[in-house]
């Protein structure tokens, strides 16, 4: 009676898998805002914002294309 749909499953994992990555990338960008603050280079907020929301869109949108392992695997060593 309950059956799901393959196209909706499909679509759900996909965005699942932008979110994890989505929350990887953020997650780094704010290791290297922290790290910028360290060694006193401040960039303004506005660059901090950009910057994170570019690297956390762009391992979101790794991550939905290939997976959340490969991507995990290409990032460097922190």
Known sequence: MSQQYPEKSASFKLV???????????????????????THSNPSIVQGIIGVAVLSITAGLIASF?????????????
């Open 16 to 38: 699942k898998r932008f979110f994890a990555g989505a929350s990887a990338g953020t997650f780094l960008a704010l290791i290297y805002w922290s790290y910028s603050i360290f």
């Open 66 to 78: 290939t997976s959340v392992d490969k991507l995990m695997n290409s990032l460097p060593w922190i």
